[in-house]
């Protein structure tokens, strides 16, 4: 692994261990959070999909909330084995 690597690796723990100290994040936190953009964060409060609060024009987001928000439509397990397969273009 190069420095250069290692140094964007590092960088990118630094900012997650920053973001679970805060208990109140803006979009571009939310959108770093998931690995999502900022406009499919946008698109989420937009449709009312995500829960925030707004002051002005700021939008905000609890934490604890939007964790709760990710963990709520949980897929079930499935008790046999069963094999995915991706999907095809030829579908």
Do not use: H
């Amino acid at each position: 692994m190069s420095n250069k690597k290692i140094i964007e690796s590092l960088d990118r723990i630094e900012k997650l261990i920053l973001l679970r100290a805060k208990n109140v994040y803006t979009v571009a936190e939310v959108a770093y959070y998931f690995g999502v953009t900022v406009g499919f964060i946008e698109r989420l409060t937009c449709k009312k999909q995500i829960p925030y609060y707004k002051r002005g024009r700021m939008k905000y987001f609890d934490r604890k909330e939007i964790e709760d928000w990710a963990k709520a439509i949980k897929v079930p397990v499935m008790q046999t084995t069963t094999i995915c397969v991706p999907n095809s273009k030829d579908e």
